[in-house]
């Protein structure tokens, strides 16, 4: 089974603190996504990663940065962390070849306040 | 630019009877189509997919959804509905992107679905 794990299921910052939330998966995958969800908005692409050292702008990434240091691990950063930033975001990997290939896997998600 | 809209923000019906969550889609090309469940504090889940293959596709938990390209439209349906179907479901279009084999996803805003007993 694919396995994403994120490394907090619930966050509390400040704002104005810098932010990390780790992404890691398990099966080899190519492509690495951030999403925040937000009720009535569904899910909105922040950053995605089709690579290693490869990132590429999601619809709404003002405000994010991220890392992909290695295949396995995706990081997502909040610079200096606003309210408006409150929410929850979920990692997703997707590989480029197999039977799935064209699914996406997402972790369980980690839900940020930022007072 | 590839889009999906979901009809419903919220269906309510009876234990036992059909579910219907409307979907339409907008896309340049045949797009790829999926429709993933979240239950409550879960994470997301693949229910089904529609790759150019048949246009009727048969996802998990008794779920199907038919791709009708004149209609635009990929609603999802159960014959029956069941209390542990009560959750959110998402409507997703796959968009290429730079690269060979690359695709990013774009949502729709969800469809709450509650099961009355």
């Known amino acids: 089974d694919v396995k994403v794990t994120q490394s907090s299921r619930y966050l509390v910052k400040r704002t104005g603190e810098k932010v990390f939330l780790e992404c890691v998966q398990d099966?080899?995958?190519?492509?690495m996504f951030w999403y925040r969800q937000d009720p009535g908005l569904g899910l909105r692409l922040i950053y995605f990663s089709y690579d290693v050292k490869m990132k590429e702008k999601g619809d709404i990434p003002e405000g994010y940065s991220v890392s992909r240091e290695k295949k396995e691990r995706f990081s997502l950063i909040l610079e200096s962390a606003s309210t408006n930033q409150t929410s929850m975001y979920l990692c997703?990997?997707?590989?480029?070849?197999?039977?799935?290939?064209?699914?996406?896997?997402f972790g369980p998600g980690t839900r940020l306040t930022v007072l | 630019a590839q889009s999906v809209t979901q009809l419903d923000s919220h269906v309510s019906v009876s234990e036992g009877t059909p579910v219907l969550l409307r979907c339409n889609y907008s896309s340049s090309y045949s797009p790829s189509l999926f429709w993933y469940v979240q239950h409550p504090n879960k994470g997301l889940q693949l229910l089904l997919k529609?790759?150019?293959?048949?246009?009727l596709v048969k996802g998990i938990n008794g779920f199907e959804a038919e791709f009708k390209k004149s209609e635009t439209s990929f609603h999802l349906t159960k014959p029956s509905a069941h209390m542990s179907d009560a959750a959110e479901y998402f409507c997703?279009?796959?968009?290429?992107?730079?690269?060979?084999?690359?695709?990013?996803?774009?949502f729709g805003t969800g469809t709450r679905l509650t099961i009355i007993p």
């Open positions: 099966m080899d995958h190519e492509n």
């Open positions: 997703v279009v796959s968009v290429p992107t730079s690269g060979f084999g690359n695709e990013k996803l774009t």
């Open positions: 997703a990997s997707r590989g480029r070849s197999g039977a799935n290939y064209n699914e996406q896997f």
């Open positions: 529609y790759t150019s293959a048949a246009t």
